[in-house]
């Protein structure tokens, strides 16, 4: 029996369409469905007209002005400590005199890809009163009292930090140790000739040839960051009032633990976009300088 021949065009036309049409029903409407209600003030089913009153309360809502701050806060600190982290130790990892590196790529590897809900509970144990890290650093000395890592507004901030540091560095890592296995050793090794050391060779050399992929872990853990939310509603809750609460987390809340209201969610939710959208096209402008 001979195999059914394909007809050219019209099969393909059939692929084309149906893929318009899966993308068109689960990717376009919801974009364009977000901004109809955000016009509207919506409760369950009930959908009321209310032109801009949604982004009048949104600029007046100090709440959310909060959050994105904490969202900044984040940004500002964890990012760049993320991401020099993950450059030094991928750059630590490539050496060809480094035993045993692929049981540590593995080990660095592994945060993030551990369960979400696993790893905030081992840190919440970690990080009480009581926990392993007050008790070693009160056995070290560097500490006189027990510090409340997730009830003081500071120290809060601070171990979220961490914990995101510790999931997402590694997971940075493997691009910068990608991009460092495509730089040409006969580069490097010219270098070393024309008598460059090791701090001309990282600055001058590999960073700039690593501008690509430095670009796209910026760019992607900045959308991360101002997208934040798992981290935070399983460490802290948002809590103590609210100092840690990100505005992902509020949009959460405005959607189902206050009163239901997915209009005004919508508009905070675009607003989201638009600020992630900007720090984007801000990076690109300032990384695609000479």
């Known amino acids: ?20 049409l899966f993308g068109s029903a689960f990717l376009l409407y919801p974009i364009f469905y977000s901004i109809y209600i955000s016009f509207h003030s919506m409760q369950g089913l009930n959908s009321v007209f209310n032109g801009l009153h949604n982004y009048i309360r949104m600029a007046q809502d100090t709440v959310f002005w909060k959050a994105l701050l904490n969202n900044f806060t984040y940004l500002i600190f964890q990012v760049p400590i993320m991401l020099i982290l ?9 050496s060809s005199t480094l035993k ?29 009163v009581g926990g392993i890290v007050n008790n070693f650093l009160l056995t070290v000395g560097i500490i006189q ?10 120290w809060a901030k601070v171990t979220v930090i961490l914990a995101l540091c510790w999931r997402w560095t590694g997971y940075n890592m493997i691009f910068y140790l990608a991009g460092l296995q495509n730089i040409s050793a006969d580069t490097l090794e010219a270098a070393s000739i024309d008598g460059a050391n090791a701090a001309q060779k990282f600055f001058r050399i590999i960073i700039p040839q690593l501008k690509p992929v430095i670009v796209f872990t910026t760019i992607t853990s900045t959308i991360g960051t101002i997208q934040l939310f798992d981290e935070v509603v399983n460490l802290t809750g948002g809590g103590p009032s609210n100092e840690t609460l990100t505005a ?27 600020i992630v959208a900007i ?4 990076q690109l402008k300032v990384t695609n300088r000479p």
């Open 279 to 282: 720090l984007s096209i801000i």
């Open 86 to 94: 993950g450059l030094l130790l991928a750059f630590m990892l490539n």
């Open 145 to 154: 009292m027990p510090i409340n890592w997730l009830n003081s507004p500071f």
């Open 1 to 20: 029996m001979k195999p059914k021949k394909i007809s050219g065009k019209g099969e393909v036309w059939k692929f084309i369409i149906f893929a318009v």
């Open 248 to 274: 992902a987390q509020l949009i959460y809340n405005h959607s189902f633990v206050y009163t239901s209201n997915f209009g005004y969610s919508a508009t905070l939710s675009w607003a989201l976009v638009v």
């Open 100 to 128: 045993g590196k692929t049981f540590f790529r593995l080990a660095l590897f592994l945060p993030c890809v551990t369960s979400l809900v696993s790893y905030s509970v081992l840190f919440k144990m970690m990080f009480q």
